[in-house]
């Protein structure tokens, strides 16, 4: 799938860094965690699955274009049983700054390429992040379904993050959704989806070193009886694995 980028007003959420890597590539390690909760009704149905694993992210240079790669390896836990499982992610930006989908096996959202922060901003972002005063208000494609998303992002203080000085984000959003659920495509929704969260990015490359989003869906189920309530919760956790600041 080809996707245009973000205009630059808002400070390239998804935008990955278009700038060549190294000859010899580059990588960065991440430990990831999750959540997913999900209830209907008044409580007569429940579920809460948690994830714990670790990631790669590698960025090489294919001729013009340059390949984005996350590979995650995790414990998934539903309370009943736990099961390892892995997922992949594929992007390459083309050099004319578009972005295509090359491959998406991360059914979980639980690599660095699948979440609402990018993973690397490009060098002009990374100045207009630091010079952001108040919120910036701006659109957003929903994740799940085909509407948009209406939110604004703010500055962080910067701060050391391990070794790493880092400058931060705020992102928060909101909007209508209707359609199926991503991971229950037996149940129709009506109601309402926000998504909120913080990123951290190294001051120096711009590579993303922490984020903590998460994305909260309400509303009714259509196709029940009745006007049952419906509460989806997904918080991802993802931090990149740096080395401890001595005293």
Same mark, same amino acid.
Request: charged share 20%.
């Given at each position: ?43 007569? @149905? ?5 994830? =714990? $694993?670790?990631?790669?992210?590698? /960025?090489?240079? *294919?001729?013009?274009? !340059? ?78 379904v085909g509407s948009t998303l209406h939110g604004h992002l703010a500055h962080l203080p910067a701060g050391p993050l391990g070794t790493?000085?880092? @400058? ?5 959003? =909101? $909007?209508?959704?209707?359609?199926? /659920?991503?991971? *229950?495509?037996?149940? !129709? ?45 997904y918080h991802r956790s993802i931090r990149a694995a740096l080395p401890e600041?001595?005293?």
């Amino acid at each position: 799938m080809k996707r245009a980028l973000p205009p630059i007003t808002a400070l390239a959420v998804l935008i990955l860094w278009t700038q060549a890597p190294s000859a010899a590539g580059t990588e960065q390690a991440y430990n990831v965690a999750g959540k997913d909760s999900f209830s209907i009704g008044a409580g007569d @149905i429940r579920s809460e699955v948690s994830y =714990a $694993g670790k990631q790669t992210l590698s /960025l090489r240079r *294919r001729g013009k274009t !340059t390949r984005y790669e996350a590979r995650v390896t995790y414990t998934r836990s539903d309370g009943a049983a736990s099961t390892d499982a892995t997922g992949t992610y594929v992007a390459d930006v083309l050099p004319s700054g578009d972005t295509l989908d090359a491959a998406n096996g991360d059914p979980d959202y639980l690599t660095v390429l699948n979440q609402p922060f990018a993973a690397r901003l490009d060098p002009q972002t990374l100045v207009d992040l630091r010079r952001l005063r108040g919120a910036l208000p701006f659109d957003f494609p929903s994740p799940f379904v085909g509407s948009t998303l209406h939110g604004h992002l703010a500055h962080l203080p910067a701060g050391p993050l391990g070794t790493r000085k880092a @400058i931060g984000v705020r992102f928060e959003a =909101a $909007g209508p959704m209707k359609g199926a /659920l991503p991971d *229950r495509p037996g149940l !129709t929704l009506d109601g309402r989806i926000s998504m909120r969260g913080n990123a951290y990015y190294d001051a120096r490359d711009a590579m993303l070193l922490a984020l903590e989003t998460t994305v909260t869906i309400t509303g009714f189920v259509s196709n029940r009886s009745g006007k049952d309530p419906v509460t989806i919760v997904y918080h991802r956790s993802i931090r990149a694995a740096l080395p401890e600041r001595t005293p």
